[in-house]
């Protein structure tokens, strides 16, 4: 394993410091339990939007956390859901008077851990589920995975809470742009969990692994190495069945890199999605292209699509300010 | 060799047309000759700043085409110098009143070839010179390189020129920013160039290369792999020795991505220098952090320090809107 590292028991901690440091105009950091929240709340009132999940996927959550996005992040170590007791602390240091939203991508302890925090808060039903991969049937016995498509949900909804919209609004909306949501990925190599030291799984030189998971899951199929243009096909239709995007339908297109895949590749991958879709009539009205939803050191991407409407399209373009997605501010 | 990829001949330009598609807000390609420009000119009599270089380290330079930074950008293949036909023409299309400014990396091809379009356009010195790898003695036959440094450059000159700062203002700045930033990588692995199919050198698994150039060229040292804290002491020093700032002294703390390492390496990374300035009294007033100047897929990192002052400071907060650094817009 070659990686920049202290001490695997310490190197979350020292890198959590390091970004809060950065950041120190957008964010916090508490150390114990650990979570990020915003440096200036919002107005009294705001809902507060929560999320969190195991680390190795940065930016997400904790470089979303600021204005138009997160209120708080809790980070887990590395592809470990985060404690209940951080996710409490957090929502009690975050609530504004406008209740609490969860952010959840669904993987069993996620789910668990955030669903114990909802108790301990006595909020039931705070809690937003993200099972954006469509690499596996929607009838799967845990359900659909998270992934990129959790930055689409997390700015939009983010929007909403600062503009004021209430806890069942910024929740049905939530949910609105989850189901308008569809995301797939594809890895070319494994990505290393520091704490394993070796890769989580192996790939021959000529194998792809089509529709993995954010940690390294097998997906849909192990496939041989193909053009490009053959992978953005099958990722593209994939997506393109289930949302079924009609002629002149408004989308968000985000090609969304897995670590360490290159930008010249990634700006490949969008060019080839673009045309996909622009060939079927569909408006690729805003797009998102780099490494927002990682897993450390992968090499591979994943696309995702959103459809869009005019309410979606104000939100997604209203001020955000956060270490890893800024604009209008 | 994996990478998404058609062919070794159509990646440049396919990965040119999705970049600029995806930014359709910001630039605009022209396919022949290559390069990107600023969809929105400044005001009349602006001085045009244009860089380019081999293509492999994005978002530099294309990503930094935009508002308060670069007017266009000339890419060459990957890691080849663009052609002086290539500098002409986006000189040409931008060219707007104020003259022509030329960012360009020491690197002998980028020094010809830059030189060849300065002639061509009549504009003798019209090229500014980044040189800021500390890891060759200054004294070295070819000079030091362009790294990191010059997305500061690039920055804080792009920044006085649309304030309206004349040719000449634009140079002795940039020559001024340039003498204060020192930059040192280290790297984990190697990367791969597309049109070569294997890795440009090799590593044992417990190797750096300390000093690194962005395209893998021999750095000071090839040692052991060691702690993170060890490493960045031993780039650290060297730009401190370099650059010796005195206490309380105002710096611009960059560390960069060179491709295949995480975020939550590269916060470990600067948790770290910050902490060695800290230590020394150093006021770290500025921070950047991620992949800015990238070697294709190479794992490793670099560290740039630039000495700030108050004007330095004023011109790299003021608002930028490019495809890889906005705010304030």
Redesign the interface.
Known sequence: M?????SVDT??D??????A???SDIVQFNPQPRFIKRKNPGKAGKVAVISGGG??H??LHS?FVGLGMLDAACPGQ?FTSPTPDQMLAAAQAVENGGGVLFVVKNYAGDVMNFEIASEMLDCPNSSLLINDDVSLPATHSTGRRGTAGTTVVERIVGAAAENGADLAACKALGERVAHSTASMGVA??SCTVPALGKPTFTLA?DE?EIGVGIHGEAGRERAA?T???E?VERLATTIDDELKPGQNQPVLLH?NGL???????L??????A?RFWKDRGVAITR?L?G?YT?S??M?G?SITLTLLDEELIRLWDAPVHTAAL??GC
Chains 1, 2 share one sequence.
Do not use: M
């Open positions: 070659k990686k920049f590292l202290n190197l979350l020292e890198s959590l410091r390091g970004f440091q950065a950041h680390s190795g940065e930016p470089g590395i070319l190599t030189e792809i190495l053009s490009a243009t992978i090609v670590g360490a895949t290159p930008p010249i590749e700006y490949l991958i969008y060019d080839l673009y797009s292209v490494n990682t450390l050191d090499a991407c800024r604009w």
